[in-house]
């Protein structure tokens, strides 16, 4: 990709496989002779985790592809099936989902150092340009895969964005009907999407690598826009840049991996652990996070059809941006006004992003309103605008020059950075608070022992959890996703193979047909899930009012309260997740949930947001005294609420233990590796400076 090779092979074979296929000089005169300016930042380091991070969703979205069933009726089993059932599969989807929110973030700020440094300007157009169609890809690919678990955010999700393409004049409704596959989203919509998902990321590789390839041809831009102009401005590709790289990667992995281990489910919905269901529509439906700057400018306008133009126009513009703006200065170190305006630009997006994650009501659609010129008004009028009045600093002479100065761009990084973070958490703080916000009171936070990194179940509690469950809740309510075997499991509630064996025995478990084509009745055996008490679906309606009984193994995952900013720092050190517990709890014990202004409620009903209407009327399910304890534990309201909530939250997670388990010598193992390779690199650069 760098011009003719100067590799010389050594032995024999190479010399002969070169002559016939010349990839190891092409490795070389890519990755290795390479030459790199010698005053890149670390800012420069997320193209080589962006590269990681594909290769990470490549790997396990092709293994979780081979589990997963793209039919409306199975996939949101499968997807927890894979969590139970698949060796290590909990790893697979909690890698591949954190992933996701991952690759955004270090694409933002890829794009964001592009825009800062100028990377944009000739003669790297091309390369930026390849970059906005990577982000593309990446954007419709991370949305078709938001929509394949197949819960309730997921599907409205994809009801409300195929919509928007209703808006185009003449050929809306047949491009809605093409995507859909039909008259509604579907089973047909979640095929096609399951596909594309799959293929999208080979795509976007294909792209990568023809960015890469760009890049190589221009070299690389750096902190001061100079280009290199002798041998002392660059350095070689490896070990230099390589070593550099790698251990950005290690200290990324140590930030990934705590939302792997200790927060699988912080970035998510907690709405998408609620079966898709097309009867009730979810009280605020948002995107994922890295989407909530252009929804916001998509709501902003009150036309759908501008709001569409807008909202694709705000990501179109960046291909025009190396025309836009024509400053012969590329650096924003070098251009004092450029620099205010790149750094009010970030506070736009972030700002954006936070009123995305808001009701699109009141003071908050003003003030998108106001982002969203502000956002255009960067591109169209500030940028064209300074390329012709700003006075600029003067240009170091040389990239060597600039290394004097090094101890003062590593402050500023870190300034930068610093700034980054804390917006970040603004943002992050927003969206926390808009994923339950239907609820005025939030219920009391408890100490459970499986909370915080090194939790782990107290087996008595999930023991008299269980029994809770089986005495008065699995009257209603099934648990299809829990096999009795996962009662002898390491991890469980500590019964024995045995005792397993005896509990399923005491269910009865219809199969068939058998040789004489007839249905028949069992005992359960070990690989049979907790039955439901009714024989249908249509029976379970008709013996509960209309409503179903919800399957109760994911019930401590699918609820939230709100925990917006500062308690979103406080929950990100110390892995709270336990909202889901803490409400089923307050449930149990007589906890009702606020509806939303304006919502009435049906005499003698609780507001519900699972059911249809949003309401219920059942009773209170326990009472004291009602389950007897040999450990002398309360035969109390309270004690049967925390020890069934306890249980359900094992149901939920059976490998939580695991988890962190395996959490903490990843993390051990990524701090040491990390340490070894600072060193490293300090030493290999020493003879650099």
């Not at 997921?154 to 808006?167: E, H, K, P, Q, R």
């Amino acid at each position: 990709m760098s011009g003719p090779s100067t590799y010389q092979p050594q032995s024999p074979f190479m010399k002969w496989l070169e002559q016939r296929l010349p990839i190891a000089g092409l490795v070389h005169s890519s990755f290795i002779a390479y030459p790199t300016p010698r005053n890149l930042n670390y800012w420069w380091t997320f193209g080589a985790i962006l590269s990681m991070m594909l290769a990470v969703q490549i790997i396990t979205g092709i293994v979780l592809a081979m589990h997963y069933t793209p039919h409306v009726d199975f996939a949101f089993d499968s997807v927890e099936r894979i969590v139970r059932d698949v060796n290590y599969g909990w790893l697979l989807r909690n890698t591949h989902a954190a992933g996701a929110s991952m690759f955004f973030i270090a694409v933002y700020i890829h794009m964001f150092r592009g825009l800062y440094y100028g990377s944009y300007k000739a003669p790297r157009e091309v390369l930026w340009i390849l970059g906005v169609i990577i982000y593309l890809l990446m954007m419709a690919t991370g949305f078709m895969g938001y929509v394949l678990p197949w819960g309730q955010m997921s599907f409205w999700g994809a009801t409300v964005i195929t919509n928007l393409f209703s808006a185009v004049p003449f050929v809306g409704d047949s491009i809605v009907t093409l995507l859909w596959g039909g008259y509604s989203v579907g089973n047909p919509t979640l095929n096609r999407f399951f596909s594309l998902h799959y293929l999208l990321p080979f795509v976007i590789a294909g792209v990568v690598v023809l960015h890469v390839w760009a890049l190589h041809v221009t070299g690389q831009n750096n902190p001061t826009g100079v280009e290199p102009k002798t041998e002392k401005d660059t350095v070689a590709f490896t070990p230099y840049a390589t070593m550099k790289d790698v251990f950005g990667m290690s200290c990324f992995l140590l930030f990934f991996s705590w939302f792997i281990f200790y927060m699988p489910n912080y970035l998510g919905e907690a709405d998408n652990y609620i079966p898709a269901n097309p009867g009730v529509t979810p009280p605020h439906i948002v995107p994922e996070w890295y989407y909530l700057p252009f929804y916001a400018i998509l709501r902003s306008i009150p036309n759908k059809l501008m709001g569409v133009v807008a909202m694709f126009g705000a990501i179109i513009v960046l291909l025009f941006l190396p025309w836009l703006d024509s400053a012969k200065v590329r650096s924003s170190r070098y251009r004092p006004l450029a620099k205010r305006f790149f750094w009010g630009f970030v506070v736009v997006c972030i700002m954006l992003g936070w009123l995305g994650s808001k009701p699109a009501e009141g003071i908050y659609t003003v003030l998108a309103r106001v982002f969203t010129f502000a956002y255009f008004a960067y591109f169209l009028i500030v940028l064209p605008l300074l390329s012709r009045v700003e006075k600029t600093l003067p240009l170091p002479n040389s990239i060597s020059e600039d290394v004097l100065s090094k101890g003062k761009t590593a402050g500023a990084t870190a300034a930068s950075l610093l700034a980054l973070v804390m917006a970040g958490t603004l943002m992050f703080g927003g969206v926390q608070s808009a994923k339950a916000a239907e609820g005025g009171e939030s219920p009391p936070s408890l100490e459970w022992s499986f909370a915080g990194p090194f939790g782990t179940y107290d087996r008595p509690q999930l023991q008299r959890g269980f029994k809770i469950y089986k005495e008065v809740c699995s009257a209603c309510h099934s648990l299809k996703l829990l096999q009795y075997r996962n009662l002898a499991e390491p991890g469980g509630p500590g019964f024995t193979i045995e005792q397993a064996k005896a509990i399923a025995a005491e269910a009865s478990i219809k199969d068939g047909p058998n040789d004489a084509g007839e249905m028949f009745e069992r005992p359960g055996r070990l690989a049979d899930t907790f039955h439901s008490p009714f024989p249908n679906e249509q029976a379970a309606r008709s013996a509960n009012g209309g409503a179903v009984p919800p399957d109760m193994s994911l019930l401590a995952k699918a609820r939230s309260y709100p925990r917006g900013f500062p308690q979103f720092v406080f929950d990100f050190f110390t892995q709270f997740q336990e909202q889901g517990p803490n409400y089923i709890d307050a449930l149990l014990q007589g906890y009702q949930d606020t509806p939303p202004e304006g919502f009435t409620l049906p005499d003698g009903a609780y507001y519900n947001k699972w059911y249809p209407g949003h309401s219920i009327k059942m009773p209170p399910p326990i009472s004291d005294g009602q389950v007897s304890f040999d450990d002398g534990s309360p035969e109390t309201v309270p004690q049967y609420a925390k020890d069934v909530t306890a249980f359900l939250m094992w149901a939920a997670e059976p490998h939580l233990e695991a988890r962190k388990r395996l959490g903490l010598q990843v993390m051990i193992f990524l701090i040491i590796l990390s340490g070894l390779l600072y060193f490293t690199k300090r030493k290999i650069w020493s003879n650099v400076h």
